[in-house]
């Protein structure tokens, strides 16, 4: 049973910075393509950045030169580092991979 578990997720100014993690168990990862979503209440949840297994990267608008995600697949661990945060940023975030969904961590940035 693969299993994602995130982390990081907290309350920060805006303008600072978080750096999320998500833990996967199983043998997903290595050759998963794996993303960040985020959701806020009322509206969709959406696609903010993605990695495939070779390491190339997909980042919505949103998140162009904010966001950096990443993986180590010794680690079996997906991250998303971001900088610049705005209050827009607030959602709880997801990572997700072969329709396996994590439990999210929640990201709040006070203006």
Request: net charge neutral; with cysteine.
């Amino acid at each position: 049973q693969v299993q994602l578990v995130e982390s990081g997720g907290g309350l920060v100014q805006a303008g600072g910075s978080l750096r999320l993690s998500c833990a996967a168990s199983g043998s997903i990862f290595s050759t998963a393509t794996m993303g960040w979503y985020r959701q806020v209440p009322r509206k969709e949840r959406e696609l903010v950045a993605a990695i495939n297994s070779g390491g190339s990267t997909w980042y919505a608008d949103s998140a162009q030169d904010r966001f950096t995600i990443s993986r180590d697949n010794a680690k079996n661990t997906l991250y998303l580092q971001m900088i610049s945060l705005k209050p827009e940023d607030t959602a709880m975030y997801y990572c997700a991979a072969q329709g396996v969904w994590g439990q999210g961590t929640l990201v709040t940035v006070s203006s």
